[in-house]
């Protein structure tokens, strides 16, 4: 799995919708990629602050996790 590919993934894998094998592949790509480790901390965080707004919510409204992404896609591509 490359960057990109994590980029791709990420949505999905914080909704936990990967499939075993695709979140093996993510998972050791995080252990080897700092940038890609960084990146799903900061959205980890980022989702972790939200939680406090809507705290009844047992799942985050699927928009606020693609504005979630969106800024760090844009973020990562700054880079
Ligand atoms: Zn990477």
Redesign the pocket.
């Known amino acids: 799995m490359?960057?990109e590919d994590?980029l791709r993934c990420l949505c999905d894998y914080i909704d936990e919708e990967l499939d075993a094998l695709t979140e093996s592949c993510f998972l050791d790509?995080l252990e080897q990629?700092a940038?890609?480790a960084a990146l799903l901390h900061t959205v980890e965080k980022t989702i972790d602050l939200s939680r406090d707004i809507w705290p009844r919510q047992a799942r985050l409204p699927k928009k606020v996790i693609r504005r979630v992404y969106y800024q760090v896609r844009i973020h990562y591509r700054q880079r």
Do not use: G, K, M, Q
Request: contains cysteine; glycine residues 0%; proline residues 0%.
């Open positions: 490359r960057c994590i790509h990629c940038r890609c």
